[in-house]
């Protein structure tokens, strides 16, 4: 059973630019959970989409968005690049969005420069 | 304050040694709490979680949960050097809720 993929694996972006990364979960998982990971901070929640509905949000600026298609693949987006997005981007699925079964991806691997 | 504390080590213990890896957190509305593995370059793997108050055993892993205390720990026994890695604790009010995570603990585990 493949795991969760995530595209691309690595992305370089000037300040300014928008960039789109894309998360597969794993087949039959339902729900896409999104997270940034910084030295600083840690693991910060994004949003999580089920049946290509946000269910949840963190807290952070409307720069960040996503969105699920029917085939539970998820992308997110940000726009207006700053330098502190510079990090790795993690998505998780899980089946049912019991996410005491979140399954992670390698995680996109995103420069600001 | 973070809602999840977490020392960031490093921690550096000989092969074969017991190690105990810890969180503390203030929301006492957290019932079930995680454990993850991340290595470089990875995404973080689940080792185990445990429900509520008490312990969990998973071969050489063992989870224990103290809500009284807000205080996690995931012990190793007969560590490895494959055992270095990033240990990440996690926790979550409800199965549907969003994982709240301590900044992670890097593990080097010397020949």
């Known amino acids: 059973k493949a795991g969760v993929t995530q595209t691309p694996r690595y992305l370089i972006k000037t300040r300014g630019q928008q960039v789109t990364l894309s998360c597969s979960p794993i087949?039959?998982?339902?729900?896409v959970s999104w997270y940034q990971q910084t030295p600083g901070q840690g693991l910060q929640f994004l949003f999580e989409?089920?049946?290509?509905?946000?269910?949840n949000k963190g807290n952070f600026p409307g720069r960040f968005s996503g969105r699920q298609f029917s085939n539970s693949r998820s992308e997110m987006n940000v726009s207006t690049l700053e330098l502190g997005d510079s990090a790795l981007y993690l998505c998780?699925?899980?089946?049912?969005?019991?996410?005491?079964?979140?399954?992670f991806g390698q995680g996109t691997r995103l420069t600001v420069v | 304050q973070k809602e999840v504390e977490q020392d960031p080590g490093p921690l550096s213990v000989p092969e074969g040694a017991i190690v105990s890896l810890n969180c503390t957190y203030s929301?006492?509305?957290?019932?079930?709490f995680m454990w993850y593995r991340q290595y470089s370059r990875k995404g973080p793997e689940l080792l185990m979680y445990t429900y509520s108050s008490g312990n969990k055993e998973d071969g050489r892993f063992t989870a224990q949960v103290d809500k009284s205390s807000k205080y996690i720990s995931l012990f190793i026994r007969d560590s490895q050097p494959s055992d270095s890695a990033t240990y990440l604790c996690a926790m979550i009010p409800g199965t549907a809720s969003k994982l709240t995570f301590g900044t992670g603990t890097r593990l080097q585990v010397t020949l």
């Open positions: 087949s039959g998982h339902r729900s």
């Open positions: 929301n006492s509305a957290f019932q079930y």
């Open positions: 989409y089920f049946s290509e509905t946000q269910r």
């Open positions: 998780a699925s899980s089946p049912s969005g019991e996410h005491t079964e979140a399954f």
